[in-house]
């Protein structure tokens, strides 16, 4: 290992050693799954790459790392290991997520991937990497797509199957993973009772922990974020302060900017749109249909049950504002925002849309506060249904 490889996990190290001293072990589990993977990989291991909704049961059944695009950029973005220098290849509007992770491996911080998983949902921008990845590297690809989601998922598992050992038993996968929807449904019904419980920043720098369902290290991760929450509750007090749901990503290099701007104004962030996954459970039997249905429930996969979905999370966590942020050059989600806009201004629920580049830019969290603050003295008060800013 050189270089780069060696600075990475260098860092990842002591983030990992840092956040262990800390009440938030269960960060510090979560790098670690992650920290291993790459040592494995640096050590010579061949691994995967995928995009997202490739379900993490199938990807946890085979002797070979699965390396997820957009959870390996925000790990190395928050160690900093990118530099400010955006030119690839790719084509300039592409999300920088897919330029980020070509940067990794063109500056040898990650090595080629042995294969690719692309599956054509929800965002093409990852399907446009995974493609110049194949063409240019001649690395073998297999697609899934939601024409015949099922049949896709049985055939690349018959295909990773011919070529990597297969380690795991489908129905130890099943029993992980179920349990790991357990602990998030109980962690979810302390977040609805007691909104504010936990840090909605501690809940974005870990919410990839989808990515590994089926593995132990999901229910390790889950088991020490409920454990923290359990320790919350004795002292938890409920404040009046207007309470805040984020949708979208937040800036990769700034994970703590929400617990700032709380700091900095009277409210308080409750819950995140990218937290709300898992809502689905796996069978032994029907294990293709299963992972069929995991991904078609997804919260991105209907633009109108999303809406509701979030604005019932809102209901019952009796949050007043949303602002989402919308990363640029996004394929995806920012077409959906109007959406959004027009339902909530219908409903007389507050609605604050910002945007930036969550990759390579830092975004100036004084405009959210500034207006925050402005607008708070009204919020709940005599204007609650005035709509704030929105871009
Ligand atoms: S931010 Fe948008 S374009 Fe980028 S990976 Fe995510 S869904 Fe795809």
Same mark, same amino acid.
């Given at each position: 290992?050189?270089?780069?490889? !060696?600075?990475?996990?260098?860092?990842? !190290?002591?983030?990992?050693?840092?956040?262990?001293?800390?009440?938030?072990?269960?960060?510090?589990?979560?790098?670690?799954? /992650?920290?291993?993977?790459?040592?494995?990989?640096?050590?010579?291991?061949?691994?995967?790459?995928?995009?997202?909704?490739?379900?993490?049961?199938?990807?946890?059944?085979? !002797?070979?790392?699965?390396?997820?695009?957009?959870?390996?950029?925000?790990?190395?973005?928050?160690?900093?290991?990118?530099?400010?220098?955006?030119?690839?290849?790719?084509?300039?509007?592409?999300?920088?997520? %897919?330029?980020?992770?070509?940067?990794?491996?063109?500056?040898?911080?990650?090595?080629?991937?042995?294969?690719?998983?692309?599956?054509?949902?929800?965002?093409?921008?990852?399907?446009? #990497?995974?493609?110049?990845?194949?063409?240019?590297?001649?690395?073998?690809?297999?697609?899934?797509?939601?024409? /015949?989601?099922?049949?896709?998922?049985?055939?690349?598992?018959?295909?990773?199957?011919? /070529?990597?050992?297969?380690?795991?038993?489908?129905?130890?996968?099943?029993?992980?993973?179920?349990?790991?929807?357990?602990?998030?449904?109980?962690?979810?019904?302390y977040r609805m009772q007691y909104p504010g419980i936990i840090r909605s920043d501690d809940c974005l720098k870990i919410f990839p922990i989808e990515n590994d369902f089926g593995k132990d290290s999901a229910t390790y991760v889950l088991k020490g974020l409920l454990s923290c929450i359990e320790k919350n509750i004795s002292?938890?007090?409920?404040?009046?302060?207007?309470?805040?749901?984020?949708?979208? #990503?937040?800036?990769?290099?700034?994970?703590?900017?929400?617990?700032?701007?709380?700091?900095?104004?009277?409210?308080?962030?409750?819950?995140?749109?990218?937290?709300?996954?898992?809502?689905?459970?796996?069978? %032994?039997?029907?294990?293709?249909?299963?992972?069929?249905?995991?991904?078609? %429930?997804?919260?991105?996969?209907?633009?109108?049950?999303?809406?509701?979905?979030?604005?019932?999370?809102?209901?019952?966590?009796?949050?007043?504002?949303?602002?989402?942020?919308?990363?640029?050059?996004?394929?995806f989600l920012p077409q959906t925002i109007h959406q959004f806009k027009a339902y909530f201004e219908q409903k007389g629920i507050t609605f604050y849309n910002i945007s930036c580049d969550v990759v390579y830019e830092k975004f100036d969290s004084h405009s959210i506060m500034n207006s925050i603050n402005k607008h708070v003295?009204?919020?709940?008060?005599?204007?609650?249904?005035?709509?704030?800013?929105?871009?």
């Amino acid at each position: 290992m050189l270089g780069k490889m !060696d600075e990475f996990l260098n860092k990842l !190290d002591l983030t990992i050693r840092f956040m262990k001293n800390t009440d938030k072990k269960f960060i510090s589990t979560y790098i670690k799954s /992650q920290f291993k993977a790459l040592e494995n990989i640096y050590n010579g291991s061949p691994y995967i790459l995928s995009t997202y909704y490739f379900p993490s049961e199938l990807a946890c059944i085979y !002797d070979v790392e699965v390396i997820y695009i957009e959870r390996l950029v925000g790990l190395a973005v928050g160690m900093n290991m990118l530099d400010k220098d955006t030119t690839t290849p790719l084509h300039h509007g592409i999300c920088s997520y %897919q330029k980020a992770f070509l940067k990794l491996i063109e500056q040898k911080i990650i090595p080629k991937p042995q294969m690719i998983i692309a599956v054509r949902y929800p965002c093409k921008d990852a399907v446009k #990497l995974c493609d110049y990845l194949h063409n240019t590297y001649k690395i073998p690809i297999f697609y899934l797509s939601l024409r /015949q989601l099922r049949k896709d998922l049985e055939d690349v598992h018959d295909y990773l199957s011919s /070529q990597y050992q297969v380690i795991e038993d489908i129905k130890d996968v099943v029993r992980r993973s179920n349990a790991a929807h357990d602990l998030k449904k109980t962690i979810d019904h302390y977040r609805m009772q007691y909104p504010g419980i936990i840090r909605s920043d501690d809940c974005l720098k870990i919410f990839p922990i989808e990515n590994d369902f089926g593995k132990d290290s999901a229910t390790y991760v889950l088991k020490g974020l409920l454990s923290c929450i359990e320790k919350n509750i004795s002292t938890y007090q409920k404040d009046n302060k207007p309470t805040i749901c984020w949708m979208g #990503l937040i800036p990769l290099s700034d994970n703590n900017m929400l617990t700032k701007i709380e700091k900095y104004t009277h409210c308080k962030f409750v819950y995140e749109e990218m937290w709300m996954f898992g809502d689905y459970k796996l069978y %032994q039997d029907n294990f293709f249909d299963a992972l069929t249905e995991k991904i078609k %429930q997804s919260l991105f996969y209907n633009t109108h049950r999303r809406i509701h979905k979030i604005h019932d999370m809102m209901r019952q966590t009796h949050t007043e504002i949303v602002i989402n942020l919308s990363h640029h050059n996004c394929s995806f989600l920012p077409q959906t925002i109007h959406q959004f806009k027009a339902y909530f201004e219908q409903k007389g629920i507050t609605f604050y849309n910002i945007s930036c580049d969550v990759v390579y830019e830092k975004f100036d969290s004084h405009s959210i506060m500034n207006s925050i603050n402005k607008h708070v003295p009204y919020i709940g008060g005599e204007n609650k249904d005035a709509c704030l800013h929105l871009k």
